[in-house]
């Protein structure tokens, strides 16, 4: 199966369940993006492409005036899902801009390079606050989908606590300095 970014994700989601364009964006908006994104400009030509490779079906369901098509999982999908699950090892790969911006900031005045790190720290905590507020919705979660989210409220956590000690380190360096 030829893949790309989002097609692990559009699988997965159509695994959960029917769904169309519209909707699996809405759920990654929701879910994956945290760690995973995908744009509609994305999504739209994967759906059409694994439909032309048999892998999801999809049929005409009009909302109102809206054209729209829901979209499922065939057997081949199933397979080539489970396939790129149980594949070889995977590479961790990280894009902060933050972590690249503070890799950086030597290039700036002290003040400011300390308010990236104070702003990434903010980042950390609105961030967590948007996923306890998902832990906090009522109802029960895929056992791992909710260990990611405990994955992810353990890490952002643990960020804004590093930027805090990082800001108090620094900031008292230069106490002495």
């Known amino acids: 199966m030829k893949q790309n970014a989002v097609t692990p994700v559009i699988l997965g989601l159509l695994s959960l369940g ?14 994956t993006r945290f760690f995973w994104a995908a744009s509609y400009g994305q ?14 079906e999809g049929e005409d369901a009009p909302n ?9 999982l ?14 070889g090892p995977t ?11 503070l890799f950086f900031a030597d290039n700036l005045p002290r003040e400011q390079a300390l308010s990236l790190l104070e702003a990434r720290r903010r980042g950390h905590e609105e961030f967590l606050a948007v996923l306890r507020a998902i832990d906090a919705r009522p109802g029960d979660d ?17 960020g804004a606590q590093w930027c805090e000690e ?11 300095a």
Do not use: C, H
């Open 166 to 176: 990082q800001l108090e380190r620094l900031q008292s360096k230069k106490k002495t």
């Open 64 to 72: 109102g005036a809206r054209g729209r098509r829901v979209y499922e």
């Open 74 to 87: 065939t057997d081949a999908g199933r397979e080539a899902l489970v396939e790129w699950l149980l594949g």
């Open 142 to 158: 895929p056992e791992f989908v909710d260990l990611v989210l405990r994955w992810g409220i353990a890490f952002n956590e643990w």
């Open 43 to 56: 999504i739209y030509p994967e759906l059409r492409r694994l439909e032309v490779e048999g892998l999801i």
């Open 18 to 31: 029917p769904r169309s364009g519209y909707d699996i964006k809405n759920t990654v908006d929701r879910s």
């Open 91 to 101: 590479t961790m790969e990280l894009r902060d801009e933050s972590l690249l911006r």
